[in-house]
């Protein structure tokens, strides 16, 4: 049972599951169609200005059916790729430069490779991967997977107006946002030395889930505010070093199978 600072055991809430059937997508092969390099007649760029979309010689698109692609290489930060989904169930993935993609409208997987992309899933249940440090990662409306890459450093993750999943990377730094719906948050180890993580549940009911948490006699999970007025969720990980990442909006806290709340955990 978790204990608090001075030894003594916490209340506990009640007993639930990891939702491990929310883990990542099984690829099903599809029928794919040829993406084209011509704009879209009726293409309004307002669809995309909340995350600055635009045109570049790197700039392709996806058809109204269930596309597989991949960004155009050679994106820098002055002159990325850009590559748009549209409709339907779309594949694709980034290339080794910098990249913005967006899936469109339909169930759609991202997945970025390398450089500072932006990816977001738009309309629909999307599953959208981060592949390097710094990345921004958008699920859009829909109930969707996000994730940063696992070692990335400094990732953006949000997850959008839904009931979404959204994790964050152990390369620290980054700000991992739920959104507007129920979302489960998933708090993970970071490496020694580098930065905290910000995790933010967003308006509905939020639940984190402490990733590798060690599962020992003596466990320990505290919050705290910190001299800048953050909330500071202190937990052990399995490695045995003390984790630190900074928490809001979140109401309960799934530790070695059991729900706490916030109030739970405040010190």
């Not at 990542?24 to 909340?50: C, E, H, N, R, V």
């Not at 507007?180 to 308006?203: K, W």
Request: net charge negative; with cysteine.
């Amino acid at each position: 049972m978790p204990l608090n600072r001075t030894g003594q055991p916490r209340d506990q809430g009640c007993t639930s599951h990891h939702p491990s059937d929310r883990n990542g997508p099984m690829i099903a092969t599809q029928t794919t169609t040829t993406a084209k390099a011509s704009p879209l007649a009726g293409f309004a760029i307002s669809d995309f200005d909340s995350f600055n979309f635009g045109f570049s010689p790197l700039t392709q698109f996806g058809t109204n059916g269930n596309d597989t692609m991949t960004a155009l290489a050679g994106g820098t930060a002055a002159n990325p790729s850009f590559t748009y989904g549209l409709d339907g169930d779309d594949k694709i993935t980034g290339s080794a430069g910098i990249d913005t993609i967006y899936g469109g409208a339909g169930k759609d997987i991202l997945q970025g490779v390398g450089g500072h992309d932006k990816l977001d899933g738009g309309n629909g249940d999307d599953y959208v991967y981060g592949g390097g440090d710094g990345d921004i990662l958008k699920g859009g409306a829909g109930d969707d997977y996000v994730a940063g890459a696992l070692s990335a450093k400094n990732v953006i993750v949000e997850g959008g107006a839904g009931n979404d999943t959204v994790a964050g990377s152990r390369g620290g730094g980054g700000i991992i946002d739920g959104g507007i719906g129920n979302d489960f948050l998933m708090i993970r180890a970071t490496h020694p030395g580098d930065a905290d993580n910000h995790y933010i549940g967003g308006s509905g009911w939020d639940v984190a889930y402490l990733d590798r948490l060690l599962a020992a006699p003596g466990e320990d999970a505290w919050i705290d505010v910190n001299a800048q007025g953050d909330y500071v969720l202190h937990w052990m990980a399995k490695g045995g070093q003390m984790q630190t990442d900074i928490v809001e909006g979140i109401e309960q806290f799934s530790i070695a199978g059991t729900l706490y709340t916030f109030d739970q955990l405040l010190v």
